[in-house]
């Protein structure tokens, strides 16, 4: 199998960031019920239901008020719509229209959705199902734009999050539709040693290695910071990999090395004979959107960038309501 197709089985779950997965409802549940829960406090809103104390049916549009990937849809509609009822007392009941769909580019001025419920719920949830749209779907325009220059300079290497989230797995599925991977969806995905791991047991790479062969998950990762590091961590998943041996992929991460650095230490891995489709190569740390292509080129399979997570800027939405009946 080549190295690309590997690392998208490895580290692109997209099919578990759905709201049909019992973990993910657990994240939408976080960012909305519980959300709205403490926005309401024990008394409610209180402005809309002094100003509107009849239940009074209303129409609402949220409008985009700037260009982007949209994101958020399927976890609106399982917060107001699709959701057990018996999360939902103080929600409301709604009908939504969509306009968009999740994935899709919006403009300034393009409506995204039409939503129907009594005036006194439609304000309540106003600014909590606005926070998620806007916060998923920065996440996800500012992946596409690291994503189009990974296509515009013809490379076929992953990207994806690190666990530099705000919005957990809302903001993994956000990059995952602006067309990237997820990367672990938790600690119990994939065994990750990391450099406190390293530290910790004397940066004997060769024995935390054969210790975690056992129990990898999905793969078995480790992190490096040298060219010596990278070569003992490859001379160790050769000798892991064999027959009754380590059954998953090893990475071996490359951590705050600069792209040369990288370049070299996969040139001396081939160089041992240690290259093989059962290692991927991934770069993490200080990676930009102005020096991503340079990192792209040095000939690692996945990225992994805090930066469009942890950096994201919203998406501006806002909400209108058309007219009371």
């Known amino acids: 199998m080549e190295r690309h197709l590997l690392a998208q089985q490895t580290h692109n779950l997209a099919q578990r960031l759905h709201p049909s997965d019992s973990v993910y409802k657990q994240w939408i549940f976080r960012y909305t019920f519980l959300e709205l829960e403490k926005d309401l406090g024990e008394d409610g809103d209180i402005t809309s239901e002094t100003l509107f104390p009849d239940?009074?049916?209303?129409?609402?549009?949220?409008?985009?008020?700037?260009?982007?990937?949209?994101?958020?849809?399927?976890?609106?509609?399982?917060?107001?719509?699709?959701?057990?009822?018996?999360?939902?007392?103080?929600?409301?009941?709604?009908?939504?229209?969509?306009?968009?769909?999740?994935?899709?580019?919006?403009?300034?001025?393009?409506?995204?959705?039409?939503?129907?419920?009594n005036i006194q719920d439609v304000l309540k949830v106003e600014r909590v199902a606005l926070n998620l749209l806007q916060r998923m779907s920065g996440v996800a325009t500012v992946t596409k734009k690291y994503v189009d220059l990974l296509e515009k300079i013809g490379s076929n290497v992953l990207l994806t999050p690190t666990r530099k989230t705000l919005f957990g797995l809302l903001d993994k599925r956000a990059v995952v539709l602006g067309g990237g991977g997820t990367h672990r969806l938790s600690l119990s995905d994939a065994v990750l040693v990391k450099d406190t791991h390293l530290?910790?047991?004397?940066?004997?790479?060769?024995?935390?290695?054969?210790?975690?062969?056992?129990?990898?998950?999905?793969?078995?990762?480790?992190?490096v910071e040298t060219l010596e590091d990278a070569l003992e961590a490859a001379k160790s998943f050769s000798r892991l990999h064999v027959p009754g041996g380590l059954t998953v992929p090893g990475v071996i991460m490359f951590d705050n090395m600069k792209p040369s650095s990288i370049r070299e230490s996969i040139a001396a891995i081939a160089a041992l004979g240690l290259a093989s489709e059962r290692l991927l190569y991934e770069a993490s740390g200080g990676i930009r959107f102005d020096n991503l292509e340079f990192y792209a080129q040095s000939g690692v399979d996945i990225l992994s960038v805090g930066e469009i997570t942890h950096s994201a800027q919203s998406l501006d939405f806002s909400l209108k309501i058309a007219e009371t009946t």
Do not use: Q, W
């Not at 007392?89 to 969509?98: E, L, N, Q």
């Open 199 to 223: 530290a910790l047991l004397k940066h004997d790479i060769a024995y935390i290695l054969k210790m975690c062969a056992n129990h990898p998950g999905r793969f078995l990762e480790i992190e």
């Open 55 to 117: 239940a009074v049916e209303t129409e609402a549009f949220v409008i985009s008020k700037s260009s982007g990937v949209m994101a958020g849809l399927a976890e609106i509609h399982y917060f107001l719509v699709a959701s057990d009822p018996v999360f939902k007392p103080r929600v409301g009941g709604f009908a939504i229209d969509f306009l968009k769909k999740d994935g899709d580019k919006v403009h300034e001025g393009d409506i995204i959705l039409r939503l129907k419920g």
